[in-house]
């Protein structure tokens, strides 16, 4: 028999792709069981908006989900995406239109500039479908849909465009890569660092959080323990990384980026 206890957030619908559970009142996962990230519906009493969406290719269930919960594409106001990732931004394109997408100004950039790179389509192998940001975040803006005021707190370390969404009144932190269960680490990635990345845990295990609301993994009732052995791990990382540096030829590494950027230069000369 398991000693683990049960868990104490409802599930509303299971099929192969996704399940659908309920994190607090007016508040649902939607989590994926292949490599999409997990997608957050919440209704304010003003607006309804969705954290993440999940892979492209995964929108049929998504979908469902949201039609289980009445609440098809056409009731959703905006769409907030975490950052770049196409495991969380991939279903964005099918909410264009009516529904504003808002993301941190610097996944913004990225996105429209279709940096396929940052993005990682090519790890996915997603379609190369055009997703247009309608709203650029900054730190300090608050999204007031009723009910819930969201915090945007910029949280790099991951990628440097991470965000995360706090809601003062219920406690409820969606951290999407930057802090998972147990202290599960998103790693860091492309424009990430992890100097950045332990200074926005710092920033969370600041804030008196009740539930943690991940990229991936299941809901979390324990964000404070989560986040001391996020701290931990991360350190050990930063230590580990350094190591690594110290163990590679940096100069044969960057010698082929710097050929390239002086034979650009000399294009200029001409
Ligand atoms: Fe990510």
């Known amino acids: 028999m398991s000693d683990r206890k049960p868990?104490?957030?409802?599930?509303?619908?299971?099929?192969?792709?996704?399940?659908?559970?309920?994190?607090?009142?007016?508040?649902?996962?939607?989590?994926?069981?292949?490599?999409?990230?997990?997608?957050?519906?919440v209704r304010g009493k003003s607006r309804t908006i969705m954290i993440d969406v999940g892979l492209s290719s995964d929108y049929p269930s998504l979908l469902e989900c949201l039609h289980h919960l009445d609440c098809p594409p056409e009731k959703i106001d905006i769409v907030v995406l975490s950052h770049e990732h196409i495991d969380h931004i991939g279903a964005a394109w099918h909410f264009g239109g009516r529904t504003l997408i808002a993301a941190h100004r610097l996944a913004?950039?990225?996105?429209?500039?279709?940096?396929?790179?940052?993005?990682?389509?090519?790890?996915?192998?997603?379609?190369?479908?055009?997703?247009?940001?309608?709203?650029?975040?900054?730190?300090?803006?608050?999204?007031?849909?009723?009910?819930?005021?969201?915090?945007?707190?910029?949280?790099p370390g991951h990628t440097s465009a991470c965000i995360s969404l706090f809601d003062q009144g219920s406690g409820l932190l969606f951290a999407a890569d930057t802090l998972m269960p147990g202290g599960v680490m998103g790693?860091?990635?492309?424009?990430?660092?992890?100097?950045?990345?332990?200074?926005?845990?710092?920033?969370?295990?600041?804030?008196?959080?009740?539930?943690?609301?991940?990229?991936?993994?299941?809901?979390s009732d324990t964000p404070q323990k989560d986040v001391r052995i996020a701290i931990q791990r991360s350190h050990a990382l930063l230590s580990d990384t350094g190591q690594l540096f110290d163990a590679l030829d940096a100069r044969s590494n960057f010698e082929p980026i710097m050929q390239s950027v002086r034979d650009l230069n000399k294009l200029d000369d001409n």
């Open 7 to 41: 868990s104490p957030f409802p599930i509303l619908l299971n099929n192969d792709i996704c399940s659908l559970i309920q994190a607090a009142e007016n508040v649902y996962q939607v989590r994926f069981k292949n490599r999409g990230a997990n997608a957050y519906l």
């Open 187 to 219: 790693g860091v990635f492309g424009s990430g660092s992890i100097s950045d990345y332990i200074h926005s845990l710092e920033r969370l295990k600041g804030l008196n959080s009740n539930i943690l609301l991940s990229g991936h993994g299941r809901l």
């Open 108 to 155: 913004s950039n990225k996105i429209m500039l279709r940096d396929d790179f940052s993005m990682l389509r090519k790890m996915f192998n997603e379609p190369n479908v055009p997703i247009n940001v309608d709203i650029w975040l900054e730190e300090g803006n608050l999204l007031d849909i009723g009910d819930f005021r969201l915090d945007v707190m910029h949280t």
